[in-house]
């Protein structure tokens, strides 16, 4: 199948558990558009609609001018909002209506700084800028230094064509990374012109003398539309002069003008996509708009249910601003340093980034998900810090010699001598490295506790341990150790470290908090900062000393088991074990699901069974780093064990993790292990395997109630349906008694 039929005829599972009709109706919108929702075709010219529009910008030539759809996008509402769209075409009457607004807010916020949530987290913009580290951008037309210093229409111009050409070399650089390198970009940038809210071609409106009349430039799909279309555009950058003086005055944040000039566009820009034709959309309710002078730049999001917006053609503008207040969500990046004083971009700093993090967004979102995804470029980064320090013959270029840190040694002096108080200083080769028998302190709070190593582990890319608290020896627990923060340039092994330890930490107090009580599932037992040798010179208004290891997170969590990986490789992973596994993790699913909180990151390694000091061994679902609490948290992506959804979009829906679940049990019952190496390849394997039943199969040689949960979990992937949890509960419960002959199980959770 091919990869780019999945963005335009939906998910993968489609064309097996759908109808032909849909099928019929997936080649029927192919034959009338091209790949990629490309123009749709136009009617002709001597239709009447056609006629109506003759004269008017863009948008309502485009509005205007399709024909009828259908189901709920039918009716008053479609064509009140027509309406509305062709008068919404003042951004500063909108701006005026929510100058008391902007400034309420930032009263409000002026003691917690910003007023905006920003739209990316920087664990996210670091993850990319490892993805990108192999990939070519260059922008040839240089920005000229100080634009608006200069009343020269020539200067002005070339700023033009420079923002033209740095999104010309972002989507481009972004497509060929990302998604092909063979097939042509489907993409192309022009400007806009604020009176008739017409798209051209930078060099011809500037030869056409409409250069003063530019106010924006976008990024749209390929179309044979003379001016463009406004359902077309991924993404528009505004051309403003006062942000660089914006960015010292207001902590960084764009003023109330800007951002209403920002979010006027952005509604513009949601009418025009809930008006379109194009189905290959598939976060609608979502844009991008880029802030740009001639050295600095940031990111508005604007987020929101465009069809709650009241279209009161009387009173549009007031329409749109209560819209903005109560059913959008704005998130605003800083604004940051673009280009240098030569006028090339600086890719790799975080202005830069940011900006085309938006733009690789907004590509997903008209095309689907990349083939190659930012896990498979960013992991790449390991492989050439190896190569850097062969390069610069370090000699063993294994990661931290295998082990996360390594104890620097001291020679044991009988006399006693002076020590200066400073921060212990060590060589960059030697690094604290954890052993059995070795003691780490942890300090949280206002106590501080030491524990033991007792056993070194691994989930097959990141070692953790097995440890016992110095005070009760008998007591085991499992330990993390994060990345050393002192790291000026962390490897990409430390991200992982972070979801490892960090977020997971994050996620275990989260279901403390909300009392969410199973055997089934791990709990914090403490969690902090390591205490290093030597005197510890933190400020005290935060932060880390000079000591390479200051700020080291840790966290201890219980129970303690082997993983399902080791189960089964060593054999002891039968068929009464897959049972009681399949259980035990929908037990912990569940009563997580009941919080709102999804694991994302089913695997093997991340599953454990309990069986020190307990009668009846039992599974517990361990690694909730990648767990998602929000819209915004992207799940783990595992060629072989995340869902089809996930691979697809990116999200989980309500049966994903019982999918990755079905995909543990198969491998680990015997299933033949695919050889992966793409999203796309991922994807294929899983069609075949499910519409050929090869995995109902597999399960059904264990137990007639596994078949019939696989079969179950296939009818839900990709819906919106939830799981319900609890039947299949009740019957893996009467499985489990009847094969342990009347033995009882914990039911809780």
Not at 43 to 49: E, I, K, M, W, Y
Not at 77 to 97: A, C, M, Y
Not at 664 to 692: I, K, Q
Request: aromatic share 8%.
């Amino acid at each position: 199948m091919s990869r780019h039929l999945i963005p335009k005829f939906g998910h993968v599972r489609s064309f097996r558990t759908g109808s032909m009709q849909v099928l019929q109706q997936a080649l029927l919108e192919k034959s009338e558009s091209k790949f990629f929702g490309r123009e749709v075709m136009p009617l002709s010219q001597d239709c009447p609609l056609y006629a109506l529009h003759q004269g008017r910008s863009p948008d309502q030539e485009s509005v205007g001018s399709r024909t009828k759809r259908s189901g709920a996008s039918s009716g008053t509402r479609p064509k009140n909002r027509k309406e509305f769209l062709h008068k919404f075409v003042d951004s500063e009457i909108l701006t005026t209506k929510l100058e008391d607004w902007y400034e309420s807010i930032s009263e409000k916020s002026a003691c917690k700084n910003p007023v905006f949530d920003v739209p990316f987290e920087l664990i996210e913009l670091q993850k990319f800028d490892y993805a990108l580290e192999g990939v070519p951008f260059q922008q040839l037309i240089r920005m000229p230094n100080a634009v608006y210093a200069s009343t020269s229409d020539a200067v002005e111009a070339t700023a033009y064509l420079a923002i033209e050409d740095f999104l010309h070399a972002s989507v481009k650089g972004l497509w060929e990374a990302f998604w092909s390198q063979d097939e042509p970009m489907p993409f192309s940038v022009a400007c806009l012109h604020g009176a008739s809210l017409k798209f051209y071609q930078a060099e011809k409106a500037i030869a056409n003398g409409k250069l003063g009349g530019l106010c924006a430039i976008g990024i749209m799909m390929n179309s044979r539309h003379s001016h463009g279309r406004w359902d077309h555009i991924l993404e528009l950058a505004l051309l403003r002069p006062d942000l660089r003086s914006v960015a010292v005055e207001s902590d960084q944040h764009p003023s109330a003008s800007v951002l209403g000039e920002a979010l006027f566009f952005a509604v513009r820009m949601l009418l025009s996509r809930s008006l379109s034709r194009l189905n290959g959309i598939q976060d609608s309710n979502c844009v991008f708009v880029l802030l740009i002078d001639s050295q600095y730049g940031g990111v508005v999001k604007v987020e929101g249910d465009i069809s709650k917006l009241e279209c009161d053609a009387d009173n549009i503008y007031e329409s749109a601003a209560e819209w903005i207040k109560k059913h959008s969500r704005i998130s605003v990046s800083p604004i940051d340093r673009i280009w240098n004083k030569l006028g090339n971009a600086n890719w790799g700093d975080i202005g830069a980034l940011q900006v085309l993090f938006a733009t690789f967004h907004c590509i997903m979102q008209f095309v689907g998900i990349p083939k190659h995804s930012i896990e498979d470029l960013a992991a790449d980064h390991g492989s050439r810090l190896q190569t850097r320090r062969v390069e610069r013959q370090l000699g063993d270029t294994s990661v931290n010699g295998g082990g996360l840190f390594r104890f620097q040694q001291h020679s044991v002096s009988p006399e006693i001598v002076e020590v200066q108080e400073e921060a212990i200083k060590l060589e960059s080769e030697e690094l604290l490295k954890l052993e059995v028998g070795s003691v780490l302190w942890l300090e949280d709070s206002n106590w501080q506790k030491g524990y033991q190593i007792n056993e070194v582990l691994s989930d097959g890319e990141l070692p953790y341990y097995v440890a016992s608290p110095v005070e009760d020896p008998g007591k085991a627990l499992f330990l993390y150790v994060g990345s050393l923060p002192s790291q000026l340039e962390p490897a990409w092994e430390d991200m992982n470290l972070w979801y490892q330890v960090q977020r997971q930490t994050k996620i275990l107090t989260i279901m403390k908090q909300k009392g969410l009580s199973s055997r089934y599932l791990p709990q914090l037992s403490a969690s902090g900062r390591m205490i290093h040798p030597g005197h510890c010179r933190r400020p005290n208004s935060g932060g880390n000393c000079e000591h390479p290891w200051c700020g080291t997170s840790i966290l201890v969590a219980s129970p303690v088991g082997e993983t399902v990986a080791n189960m089964v490789s060593a054999g002891r992973f039968g068929f009464d074990e897959a049972i009681r596994c399949c259980h035990d993790c929908l037990s912990a699913l569940s009563t997580a699901a009941s919080a709102g909180i999804r694991h994302g990151d089913i695997r093997p390694e991340n599953v454990i069974r309990v069986s020190s000091g307990v009668r009846d061994p039992y599974f517990v679902i361990i690694g909730w780093g990648h767990a998602i609490l929000e819209e915004r948290d992207r799940p783990a992506m595992n060629l072989h064990f995340s869902s089809t959804y996930a691979l697809q979009e990116g999200k989980l829906c309500s049966a994903s993790d019982a999918e990755s679940l079905v995909y543990l049990l198969y491998f680990s019952c015997g299933g033949v292990v695919p050889d992966l190496d793409s999203v796309e390849g991922a994807l294929h394997w899983r069609e075949t395997s499910w519409s050929r039943r090869l995995i109902q199969q597999k399960l059904g040689d264990v137990s007639t109630v596994l078949k019939a949960f696989a079969d179950y979990v296939d009818s839900l992937c990709g819906t919106p349906y939830p799981m319900d949890y609890d039947i299949w509960l009740r019957r893996l419960r009467r499985n489990i008694h009847e094969e342990d002959h009347g033995k009882e199980i914990d039911t809780s959770g």
